[in-house]
């Protein structure tokens, strides 16, 4: 049933030719527990099946959360939450879903997996992961982690992330995914095996290369500045979001005081009494409708928060891009002076400092024979660093290439998300709507019968 | 028809007063239109105060004209309160606005302030216009009709500060006696006085507190729609629906911003007048239960032969009178008072259940026209797709 383990290779694929074919099978941002995982059957032709672990459909749920208590890294003891991630195949035949693998995970291998894929995928828009601590949480929301409704939408969060990947036609071929699925025991040391943490490129050197470039990709620069906007504005939203369901909440709760002395008033009325205690209770149904109603608008700022996060993502293929840029800028700035020398050397002219020159100057010339030796040498430099630019300047173009082939599949999946989010919003507001009217004409009838 | 032609002299006994009632409140024989407007500020070395223009329309013979426009401030209003408490004890007379805002603004004159006591005023006066009894009140008709300096001279002529102050005396020193022999009905009465008024009370703070509520939620929600705005101004595909969503956003939020207002006019100010009603009860259950004191006493005084013994039956005799008269008229106009209750809460209620109503439906509206013009696009979008 499980197809033969995957070419080794295939892990450590940087910015490989790959085509990428369709994109991800419709993965909804309504989440669902259990969602597609593979890409449609003969879609794109022979190239998806070839050394595709997902050739039939697999479905991917993180499906129970737990408390548990360990010891950490300095024999401390700790409170953590793990996560039951079960991995189920289906036949395409009859529908029927078989469990193949089953393990518990917490969210510091979630994070550990999505660093890994962040150094060998650096062209990919890697998908974000759910917030660590919770933020932009209206006061009746808890902030502690260990609350059941933050763990609960923290487990959505995880299974939306797992299943980013599975739908991401490069991604979902990793063998580090895999074994993240597949093998429980030791899978830490076979992530830290690959050397990951080495390959990544330093802040430092990141940072340097953004303020030093001279000639970026246009393209990146402006992703660049949306991917800025789009997180300032999300954040906005977020936390004006928040301050409006507190208010929200206010103004549904105060009503529900009025169901008590409604019934408190009830008892010394005669004729009012019924249509006082009635409405009473009407006033608490309409109070207590507003719990849900809230909760339903939280999964809607989940969807909006994971496009927080993926404006880092973003970011993080522009600074690459920055980086091979400079690279390559350097790189071709050093061949140039090389080359430079090399002419003055043989030529005779002295237009460059060197300290061979300034030796030359004090201690009297060199001999010719010295000189040829220091001609070849930088001769053979030249071809090296001609050849080495020759590929950076490969590489850069693969990279720019395959990762704005994988912005625009993201643009395309951020589009779609979005509008289904904004008119899951909508849908929500309607429901809102029919209860108060609801409630509200209920009332009134027992108004109307005092 | 009769009834309107009534002199001001009419006769003050039980049996009158009771036939009056009987043919109470009924919109078609209204013969007494009052207006209370234009707030005028003015300014004097030693004070500044606020009067409000007060304009009658009327077909009553006894009026010496049939329009009357005077300017009163709220101490005439308060002179005019006291005047009825003193004629009618036992009456329900209708309360008016506080002195002071609650919750101590700083501005006496706040804008917000004055519209609101000029309607508490407008109620006040056609309260007791509308009121059997009270609206042949001799005071109430200066009131309305008389100029400035012809209100000052007739204030003057009543009874004299230090005797009201006696009044006061007595009417502590025998309030305790009265409650003792307080009859059934009466202490029923006081009983429902009290709850109802600890349950308006509360009503009238939770009714507050939801305005609140609501204006706050209002304040925030003014800021939502226009980051949608600012959001589709860095997007290219999601410009058209973030700009639909902002728009509906912002329709509701006007849709919040009439229900508050609703509430202002429909419910607060309903509620608010019976919590002073409630108080302005107390006040009555006191007088007729110091009438009643003042029998008693001399009652009592009969009873263990104490000074004056032959001239306490007449008195006596006299107080009965007294008793039953306030009684009587108190009886009557508590039932007025209640049906009153029952019909302006209800009202009120149903006021407010209706602007929630309509808010939800507006909102609804908004946000399936959006709904529905997305799926148009979609199916528009779906077709082109095709080949």
């Known amino acids: 049933m499980e197809q033969a383990p995957p070419d080794p290779e295939r892990q450590l694929q940087p910015a490989p030719l790959e085509p990428l074919g369709r994109s991800d099978a419709g993965l909804g941002v309504a989440v669902d527990e259990e969602a597609e995982g593979a890409r449609e059957e003969g879609s794109g032709g022979d190239t998806m099946t070839h050394n595709n672990f997902w050739l039939k459909k697999i479905e991917i749920s993180v499906s129970e959360a737990e408390k548990r208590t360990g010891r950490n890294a300095m024999n401390m003891q700790e409170t953590y939450t793990a996560y039951l991630i079960e991995t189920r195949s289906v036949e395409h035949t009859d529908g029927q879903s078989v469990l193949t693998d089953s393990l518990w995970r917490r969210y510091s291998e979630f994070e550990l997996l999505r660093n890994y894929l962040l150094v060998y995928y650096p062209h990919i828009v890697v998908p974000p992961l759910p917030e660590k601590r919770a933020e932009f949480v209206w006061h009746k929301l808890s902030a502690d982690n260990m609350d059941p409704d933050f763990v609960e939408r923290r487990r959505i969060g995880l299974e939306n992330f797992l299943l980013r990947i599975a739908s991401h036609p490069i991604l979902c071929r990793d063998k580090i995914f895999y074994l993240f699925l597949t093998q429980e025991g030791n899978w830490k040391e076979t992530v830290n095996e690959t050397g990951f943490q080495l390959k990544a490129d330093s802040r430092l050197k990141a940072l340097n290369a953004t303020f030093r470039v001279k000639n970026p990709d246009k393209r990146f620069t402006d992703l660049k500045h949306y991917s800025d906007e789009l997180q300032s504005v999300i954040s906005h939203l977020l936390r004006v979001r928040a301050r409006v369901a507190d208010r929200l909440y206010g103004v549904y709760k105060v009503h529900g005081n009025y169901g008590r002395v409604f019934s408190e008033w009830s008892a010394i009325e005669k004729e009012m ?178 | 028809m009769d009834m309107n032609s009534f002199s001001p002299m009419m006769p003050t006994s039980p049996l009158s007063m009771i036939n009056q009632i009987k043919f109470e409140d009924e919109p078609d024989l209204k013969d007494l239109f009052i207006t209370v407007d234009e707030p005028e500020s003015h300014v004097t070395t030693i004070e500044t105060f606020i009067t409000y223009r007060i304009i009658t329309k ?221 108080e302005m009860l107390m006040g009555v259950m006191r007088r007729r239960d110091q009438i009643q004191a003042e029998l008693d006493s001399k009652v009592e005084a009969l009873t263990y032969k104490k000074a004056d013994a032959d001239l306490l039956p007449e008195e006596i005799g006299k107080l009965e009178d007294k008793v039953e008269c306030a009684n009587n008229a108190l009886k009557a106009d508590w039932e007025r008072w209640k049906q009153n209750m029952q019909n302006d809460i209800k009202l009120a209620f149903t006021d407010m259940a209706e602007e929630n109503i309509h808010y939800y439906e507006q909102c609804l509206a908004t946000w399936e026209s959006f709904l529905t013009s997305q799926t148009n696009l979609h199916l528009e979008e779906a077709s082109e797709d095709k080949p």
């Open chain 1, 273 to 450: 009494g019924d249509g006082l205690q009635s409405a009473g209770h009407h006033m608490d149904v309409y109070a207590s409708s507003i719990d849900d109603i809230l909760e339903d608008e939280e999964h809607y700022a989940d969807q909006l928060k994971e496009y927080l996060f993926y404006a880092e993502a973003l970011r993080a293929v522009c600074r690459k891009h920055e980086l091979m840029q400079y690279d390559l800028e350097i790189a071709a700035q050093d061949l140039a002076s090389k080359k430079q020398q090399c002419e003055e050397l043989a030529t005779g002219t002295v237009r460059t400092f060197s300290l061979k020159g300034m030796t030359t100057k004090l201690f009297g010339q060199e001999t010719p024979e010295q000189r040829e030796a220091r001609i070849k040498v930088l001769e053979e430099q030249i071809n090296e660093g001609e050849q080495q630019l020759k590929s950076k300047n490969l590489e850069g173009r693969e990279f720019v290439k395959n990762a704005w082939a994988d912005i625009e599949r993201f643009k395309e999946q951020k589009n779609r998300d979005l509008k289904e989010a904004l008119i899951s919003y909508a849908v929500m507001q309607i429901s809102m709507c029919k209860k108060g009217i609801q409630v509200w004409t209920n009332a009134k009838e027992c108004f109307s019968k005092m």
């Open chain 2, 58 to 278: 009327t077909s009553r013979g006894e009026f010496d004209s049939s329009e009357f426009e005077v300017r009163r401030r709220y101490q005439d209003f308060l002179w005019l309160k006291g005047k009825l408490e003193e004629a009618h004890p036992t009456l329900i007379i209708p309360p008016l606005p506080e002195k002071f805002m609650v919750k101590g603004m700083v501005e006496r004159f706040n804008d917000d302030f004055i519209e609101t006591r000029r309607k508490a005023l407008h109620k006040f006066l056609n309260r007791i216009a509308d009121h059997p009894t009270l609206t042949f009140n001799e005071d109430f008709k200066i009131f309305l009709t008389a100029q400035a300096w012809e209100l000052s001279s007739h204030k003057k002529q009543g009874p004299g500060l230090l005797s009201r102050m006696g009044q006061t005396v007595r009417a502590v020193a025998s309030s305790m006696r009265g409650v003792k022999n307080r009859p059934e009905e009466f202490m029923e009465m006081n009983n429902f006085i009290e709850l109802f008024s600890q349950k308006i009370n509360l009503i009238d703070k939770i009714s507050q507190r939801i305005y609140k509520e609501e204006r706050e939620y209002f304040d925030e929600l003014k800021e939502y729609g226009p980051i949608h705005i600012l959001w589709s101004a860095s997007e290219e595909d999601l410009v058209d629906i973030l700009k639909d969503v902002a728009s509906c956003i912002d329709r509701c939020c006007k849709a919040t911003e009439k229900r508050m207002s609703g509430l202002a006019e429909a419910l607060l100010p309903v509620v608010h007048e019976y919590v002073l009603y409630s």
